[in-house]
């Protein structure tokens, strides 16, 4: 009776503490090196193609830290054997980014058997481990999707150019569509994730962490593109507008739903539907701020002269896409959309289409402006009107 009781003992009391560990917040370090591996590829390759395959690249990174992040809400990360996990999972994090500059081309080898390693060996070893007799089905469940997404994984690194990208983006879409659809295998069924409860205060805290880590890592580049430039005037100009930037969406993601989606998870019947819905949300906010990161850089580099089309649509597309994640985010928690949110990136979009004449920094500008006017908005609309959390699934 007792290996039953200690494979039991590995799993999350939701009723005990529910802060992040101590080896999670050390295994997000590893994404700030990853999100600033990935902003430097793109800034070297900002074309149509270099766009799509560092999406393709951020979408893989991104399934890594959130199923991790399922993980950790599910079993206790106190627990050395979890610990363990996280830390393993943390090396070949740290692996797959030092990959990803290359990872298309000599670094194939490196990133794509990581990632199957990450994917396949996590969900075996939490089958061995136990826990509950749900949580090893679950894990039976991700265990056989993921063996499925390392063929065209494993497949495409032998291959090259166009090839290797349709396979990688079939990989990708294998994993993202299993969630989706709750992991549904044969004999087992789909895995009825989404009407448990989950430990509400950890998932979200994990979300906040990750989007801070995304913007630190924007402070972190404008900093380092900045410093060799011995404060000229037009790039400290822009230093600056570009922080201001990345305030202003800090505070347009972390006033109210931001600080209300543990409330709104704890309200509905289906906890781990909204937890699932809201991680997509915040994932188009993280790509969002890492673009608009790109865009910082840009107007660091040359913030005066001709601005071309793809660093226009850099600059505006990033925090265009920030305004979108986060009406979804609001929808989830409220089951309403602040106007503010479709106000900002339809201004944003005007911007885009009539600035094109401007310089990169003069751009930058309007699109302070168009996010203070929303982070303004935002703050009215919640004095006048506050709103308690009423998620869509109650």
């Known amino acids: 009776m007792g290996t039953p009781d200690r494979s039991v003992a590995l799993l999350r009391n939701l009723e005990g503490p529910q ?25 070297e390759d900002l074309t149509w193609l270099g766009l799509y395959q560092v999406l393709l690249l951020v979408l893989a990174m991104w399934w890594v830290w959130y199923r991790m992040a399922w993980t950790t809400n599910r079993y206790d990360p106190e627990r050395p054997v979890i610990q363990l996990t996280v ?35 996590r969900h075996l070893w939490l089958v061995l481990l136990g826990g509950d007799r749900y949580a090893q089905l679950v894990s039976v469940r991700i265990l056989a999707w993921a063996t499925v997404s390392a063929v065209p994984w494993i497949i495409g690194m032998f291959t090259q150019g166009s090839a290797r990208m349709v396979l990688w983006s079939l990989a990708v879409l ?8 709750d992991f549904p295998t044969p004999r087992l069924g789909r895995a009825g994730l989404r009407g448990r409860k989950v430990a509400e205060e950890h998932l979200t805290e994990r979300f906040r962490q990750v989007l801070i880590i995304a913007f630190g890592e924007t402070i972190l580049t404008s900093g380092i593109h900045f410093s060799p ?32 989606l543990p409330a709104a998870i704890v309200a509905s019947k289906a906890q781990a539907r909204v937890g699932e819905l809201a991680s997509y949300s915040h994932l188009i906010m993280v790509i969002g701020v890492a673009i608009s990161g790109v865009g910082d850089t840009l107007i660091i580099r040359e913030p005066v002269g001709h ?17 979108t994640g986060r009406a979804l985010l609001d ?49 009215l609309s919640w004095r006048l009107f506050p709103r308690l959390p009423a998620p869509p699934f109650r």
């Not at 802060?19 to 793109?42: I, M, P, Y």
């Not at 294998?174 to 659809?181: M, P, Q, R």
């Not at 922080?243 to 600080?259: D, K, N, P, S």
């Not at 106000?343 to 309007?366: E, F, Q």
């Open 19 to 43: 802060r992040a560990s101590f080896v999670e917040l050390l295994f997000d370090v590893v994404f700030v090196f990853a999100f600033t591996r990935l902003g430097e590829r793109l800034v």
């Open 87 to 121: 830390i393993a999972t943390m090396l070949g994090t740290l692996l797959m980014a030092a990959a990803l500059p290359a990872a298309f081309d000599g670094s194939a080898l490196v990133f794509a058997p990581v990632y199957v390693a990450i994917q396949v060996l």
């Open 174 to 181: 294998t994993d993202y569509l299993g969630g989706l659809l």
């Open 229 to 260: 430039h011995a404060f000229e005037r037009d790039r400290t100009f822009a230093l600056v507008v570009a922080f201001i930037i990345t305030v202003l969406l800090w505070q347009i993601y972390f006033y109210r739903a931001g600080e209300l």
């Open 307 to 323: 601005t071309r089309l793809s660093w226009l649509l850099v600059i505006v597309g990033g925090p265009v896409l920030f305004l």
């Open 331 to 379: 929808y989830f928690v409220f089951s309403h959309v602040s106007a503010s949110r479709p106000i900002g990136a339809i201004l944003l979009a005007v911007v885009a289409l009539t600035a094109s004449a401007l310089s990169p920094i003069l751009i930058a500008v309007l699109v302070a402006a168009v996010l203070a006017g929303v982070a303004v908005s935002n703050v």
